[in-house]
């Protein structure tokens, strides 16, 4: 089998990288994720298969315990869920790498890499960055999931010397490197995973609710390099590969993101990025009252519309709204109604997070538009309707440059000549930033809860 293995996970290889090909189109998604599962089948089993593994016992309890909880997770998880529970699952591969690059340095001998006092440089250069990416994942993804959890709050934690201090701690981490590298030090290996846990914590803090997307898919990135820094320490090429193919395409993800937010790739490697600004000085609403409106009111402005634009959000997410949706859609377009979905790249609290659940209310492609491709759109559309959005869509971010949310591109919705705007409340979005748009003279506010607004809409268009 050892002879068999290079090709096997040759052709695991090939398998993941067709699985991030299909991700990429909602169409062929679910052929990716066959790509990306039969890959990882065959990766385990060849492994399995090697003269090495010995212990299939402790193996083989392992993976019971490890699939019975994934399976039990997946089986009761709910779509709203699902940002946090990648983030949490990305802390346990920055976790595991911590544990296998402890493991190589107290028994080096195990995993080829010289014996004890005398580790290979090479290996020692490659478990300090293994253990660093893998201590700052599993922090940094255990902040990300308390603040996409509500534990921790949304809002950007900053104060002043904050990016010094990361810039500081950063520099004694190198230190700590060069000194592991050179003494072998007990000390200082678990100096760097103690620094590396504080850096982790250090760099998502900032981070305001409105960015967590970007965030989530740079933690995806680290995880990734994490997994390639076992592989190296495992001697595993395929491990190598796939956590490359991870952590390159997360933090391709992450760039094209930032690059259509309007934020800086660097601010959010090093971290403190969308929540610099004073929220102190947030626009000011005053008195002015809103302006609201019941599902009848909703069903006759649409069905006497030429167009509609719907803008889901988390709230859509939250209620489980998407497939009444599709069904309103449905009978707006029987009356003769155009309909679009405009999808903004942070909408929820992960990349795809709407498309996902818009492709499970079976909404057809091509009525699906990106924000570059739909912006322009809104100035000549008659109706626009926001479901559960609101940093998206909030107007702040163009004119307000004390909002944590300014220089974000948003949805133009303003420019409609009605939007009509489903919300529990008028309070703030997550990011924690009021939203002016809810008092505009063209604006109707829908009051409740998403799904049953929607559905008296239906209701009321039937």
Known sequence: MATLAPLAYLIASVCFIMALRGLSHPETARQGLSFGMSGMALAMVTTLLLPVVSSYGL??????????????????????????????????????????????????????????????????????????????????????????????????????????????????????????CSTEGTFYFWAVVLLAFLLGIMIIIPIGGADMPVIVSMLNSYSGWAAAGIGFTLHNNLLIITGALVGASGAILSYIMCKGMNRSFLNVVLGGFGGEQDNSAATDMGDRSAKMGSAEDAAYIMKNASSVIIVPGYGMAVAQAQHALREMADLLKKEGVSVKYAIHPVAGRMPGHMNVLLAEANVPYDEVLELEDINRDFAQTDVVYIIGANDITNPSAKTDTSSPIYGMPVLDVEKAKTVLFIKRSLGSGYAGVDNPLFFADNTMMLLGDAKKMTEGIVKALE
């Open 59 to 180: 193996i083989i309890l392992g993976i019971s315990i490890g699939g019975a909880i994934g399976y039990v997770i997946a089986k009761r998880i709910d779509m709203t869920d699902l940002p946090q529970l990648i983030a949490a699952f990305h802390s346990l591969v920055g976790l595991a790498a911590v544990c296998v690059a402890a493991a190589a340095f107290y028994n080096p001998e195990a995993y080829g890499i010289g014996i004890k006092g005398d580790i290979k440089t090479a290996s020692l250069i490659e478990m300090a960055l293994g253990t660093a990416i893998g201590a700052i994942t599993f922090t940094g993804s255990i902040i990300a999931w308390g603040k996409l959890q509500g534990v921790i709050s949304g809002k950007p934690l900053v104060f002043d010397g904050q990016h010094k201090l990361n810039a500081a701690l950063g520099l004694l981490l190198l230190f700590l490197f060069v000194m592991l």
